[in-house]
């Protein structure tokens, strides 16, 4: 699946436009400047909806005011406070480079194959080695407890904010309020409200609460509701702290993999071999029919016995494993893989096959 490129501009603006939208749609994974329009972005971000493709006519619709007097009231009879409600609505007013961020972020047209070459570079690497090494008696210890091994949640930590340096800038109550007062995708006002019980509970300060310019927040990237429903306390001091505490991020990435499928027992995959002729394999196993656009653009699983049958292997040439669990084939430009169930929790992170290739690879390499 080749995610697309503007290539107007000049060498440099189009390779930092590259780094920013293929990682974290609005999202997936950070990079190299303290601003959510430094972030990559395959198709969405992580553990996001995934968004309509194309633009679509903004909804006729009232005054920002207007429209916020309605969210006010709604919100008090949810049972967020007054005091938060008059705090975080204060001085409020849209963003315009947040609609403008939406609705023409640029085309790109880098492959699967190149996206992984150019978003594992030998720095990236390096570095993500050295703060595994750094955290490496926390990642364990969150690892036990969770059933996560520590190199992939180092890996999507890695991904999602660049080691915990970049995880955005924009204050997340003014950009989720412009996305829903827009009204072009509605669960904007969902997590809005899921923003606001976030300072109601006092887990961060209104002030600090910053993030991506579609508002998704610290280090492990997650939306407002994804962090109501997986930000973990693993420090014990009574905050679920994704923005400044390591175990607390560590164990919210891996909190979010295991609820969604994460099994510690199997590994997510393997680059694979194809045979020459693949009008057997196109024949014999067609693409899933449902899920979102990454698991449409992968096969209806088969067991590995299966695959062998018609004549994969793996990279190296030999024969596949033989153990009892399916995989489904996902096909790059020149670097094939079968996945296993654990991939597909990844994709539930962010469901774009160059975010999740890349989190297993890395994590592989970590090992």
């Known amino acids: 699946m080749p995610l697309r490129v503007s290539i107007r501009q000049p060498l440099r603006t189009a390779v930092i436009l590259a780094v920013c939208l293929l990682l974290c749609a609005w999202h997936p994974a950070a990079v190299a400047a303290q601003d959510d329009t430094q972030r990559e972005t395959p198709d969405v971000a992580p553990d996001r909806p995934e968004l309509p493709s194309g633009d679509s006519p903004a909804p006729a619709r009232p005054s920002f005011d207007e429209w916020l007097d309605g969210v006010r009231e709604e919100a008090l009879a949810r049972g967020i406070g007054q005091?938060?409600?008059?705090?975080?609505?204060?001085?409020?007013?849209?963003?315009?480079?947040v609609i403008e961020r939406d609705r023409g972020q640029a085309e790109f047209s880098f492959t699967l194959d190149q996206y992984i070459e150019r978003r594992l570079t030998t720095i990236m690497i390096r570095d993500t080695r050295r703060a595994y090494r750094r955290h490496r008696t926390l990642l364990q210890r969150v690892s036990r407890r969770y059933g996560v091994p520590p190199t992939v949640i180092a890996?999507?930590?890695?991904?999602?904010?660049?080691?915990?340096?970049?995880?955005?800038?924009?204050?997340?109550?003014a950009a989720l309020a412009t996305l829903?007062?827009?009204?072009?995708?509605?669960?904007?006002?969902?997590?809005l409200f899921a923003a606001l019980t976030i300072?109601?509970?006092?887990?961060?300060?209104?002030?600090?609460?910053?993030?991506?310019?579609a508002g998704a927040m610290g280090q492990p990237q997650f939306m407002p509701?994804?962090?109501?429903?997986?930000?973990q306390d693993f420090d014990r001091d009574g905050r679920k702290d994704i923005w400044r505490?390591?175990?607390?991020?560590?164990?919210?990435?891996?909190?979010?993999?295991?609820?969604?499928?994460?099994?510690?027992?199997q590994t997510w995959g393997r680059e694979i071999a194809l045979p020459s002729d693949m009008m057997a394999i196109n024949a014999a196993v067609p693409l899933r029919e449902e899920g979102c656009r990454a698991m449409r653009g992968m096969t209806v699983p088969q067991p590995l016995s299966r695959?062998?049958?018609?004549?994969?292997?793996?990279?190296?040439?030999?024969?596949?494993?033989?153990?009892?669990?399916?995989?489904?084939l996902v096909r790059g430009e020149t670097r094939?893989?079968?996945?296993?169930?654990?991939?597909?929790?990844?994709?539930a992170y962010n469901c774009a096959h160059a975010y999740a290739l890349s989190v297993g690879l890395l994590s592989d390499r970590l090992r």
């Open 180 to 191: 829903a007062w827009d009204g072009r995708r509605q669960f904007f006002r969902e997590e």
């Open 307 to 328: 695959w062998s049958e018609l004549k994969l292997s793996l990279k190296n040439g030999r024969a596949l494993p033989r153990t009892k669990l399916d995989a489904s």
């Open 245 to 265: 505490s390591p175990g607390d991020v560590f164990a919210s990435i891996a909190y979010y993999l295991k609820e969604n499928g994460w099994n510690n027992r």
């Open 199 to 213: 300072v109601d509970r006092g887990d961060i300060e209104l002030a600090s609460l910053r993030g991506s310019w």
């Open 155 to 173: 890996s999507v930590w890695a991904l999602e904010s660049n080691l915990g340096r970049f995880s955005g800038v924009r204050p997340t109550i």
């Open 83 to 97: 005091s938060t409600l008059n705090a975080a609505f204060a001085e409020l007013a849209p963003l315009p480079v």
């Open 336 to 347: 094939n893989f079968l996945v296993y169930p654990n991939y597909e929790a990844l994709l």
């Open 225 to 231: 509701s994804s962090y109501l429903r997986y930000a």
